[in-house]
């Protein structure tokens, strides 16, 4: 992810004309934004909460909560020297829901490539993930 002009977090897929459609999935496709978001369907957190039951550093989470919030997903309401950050789109856990019942529909049959930064139909070995053959 980077920052854009305005202050945004935004990749340069997104920048460069991604649908709305995937933007939206791109935004959940990093685990530590897909467990806040888990979290936050709970209720409303502190950034010290969400760092104390997700292990993750307070610079993290402040990361992708403002990510989160650029993406209209999240907002936070100020109370003294305290924010407390909520969801924004309750459906976004009917969302949720619906991916994991689709998964449990396709018995978890849904293959993420293990490895980051290769492309999506193509293995670290250079193995074609659909034809299963090398690639040049």
Do not use: W
Request: glycine share 8%; with cysteine; hydrophobic share 40%.
């Amino acid at each position: 992810m980077a920052i854009n002009d305005g202050g945004r977090c935004v990749s340069a897929d997104i920048a460069a004309g991604m649908s709305p459609a995937t933007a939206l999935f791109h935004s959940l496709s990093d685990e530590n934004r897909l467990r806040i978001v888990q979290r936050l369907a709970r209720g409303e957190a502190r950034v010290v909460d969400l760092t104390c039951e997700l292990g993750l550093a307070q610079s993290t989470v402040s990361k992708h909560l403002s990510c989160l919030r650029d993406c209209g997903l999240v907002d936070y309401r100020p109370a003294g020297r305290q924010s407390f950050y909520s969801l924004t789109r309750p459906e976004l856990m009917d969302l949720l829901a619906s991916a994991e019942h689709l998964l449990a529909a396709t018995g978890h049959a849904v293959t993420l490539c293990p490895v980051h930064g290769i492309a999506a139909d193509e293995h670290a070995d250079g193995t074609d993930l659909v034809a299963g053959q090398g690639v040049s």
